[in-house]
């Protein structure tokens, strides 16, 4: 091999490794956000969450346990109760129309891949992506596709924990390992075949 086709070689791995790691760092939020407002548009919701205690409905107070009459239930029962007042109907101003996969506001979905628990229980995401596209990249364009499978389940195991504890973050989890995870393999083949016409 020349000294030219030497650098040209080493310039073709550095660009492949640069754009499958910037290029991860847009396609992989993009991917995410579409998979939320979609998700969002389709009326999925996330799943039911407790609550905490729900208080009484307006104009019906509950009294305290000392603050029951003497003389029984009876008449406490028999206090005049106001009504509640009728509920408005919605104001269709307030009622968003469903933006396009990749425009309009990040939705306020707790529990889609954009919610506040998933970003927080899967800390450290982006220097993860960066090094798994890295790995994946590398693999492919040094011959050894079956490295990816060890990428794989590195990252699979390394986050298995706070995926238990915080099964919310599963589906940013996963959403976002597919997108980086086909950006890295498409770049690495990209590559590749280039470094093959090089050679």
């Known amino acids: 091999m020349s000294f030219t086709t030497g650098l040209a070689v080493a310039g073709v791995v550095l660009a492949t490794l640069v754009l499958s790691?910037?290029?991860?760092?847009?396609v992989t939020p993009w991917v995410l956000r579409a998979a939320a407002r979609r998700s969002e548009a389709e009326g999925e919701v996330p799943p039911a969450r407790d609550p905490g205690p729900v208080p009484p409905p307006p104009g019906r107070a509950v009294p305290a346990p000392s603050a029951v009459p003497a003389a029984g239930p009876s008449a406490a029962a028999s206090a005049p109760v106001p009504p509640p007042p009728p509920a408005a109907p919605p104001s269709p101003a307030l009622v968003p129309a469903a933006p396009?996969?990749?425009?309009?506001?990040?939705?306020?979905d707790p529990g889609g891949p954009l919610g506040e628990e998933a970003?927080?229980?899967?800390?450290?995401?982006?220097?993860?992506?960066?090094?798994?596209?890295?790995?994946?990249?590398?693999?492919?364009?040094?011959?050894?596709?079956?490295?990816?499978?060890?990428?794989?389940a590195i990252k699979g195991l390394g986050r298995y924990p706070e995926l238990r504890?915080?099964?919310v973050g599963a589906e940013r989890f996963l959403i976002g390992t597919l997108a980086s995870m086909i950006w890295a393999g498409a770049t690495g083949l990209l590559g590749a075949a280039i470094l093959g016409l090089l050679r």
């Open 21 to 26: 790691v910037l290029g991860g760092m847009l």
């Open 119 to 152: 970003v927080q229980s899967l800390r450290g995401g982006t220097w993860i992506g960066i090094l798994e596209r890295l790995a994946i990249t590398g693999c492919l364009l040094a011959g050894y596709p079956a490295g990816v499978a060890f990428v794989v």
């Open 165 to 167: 504890e915080h099964p």
């Open 100 to 108: 396009g996969p990749a425009t309009g506001p990040v939705p306020s």
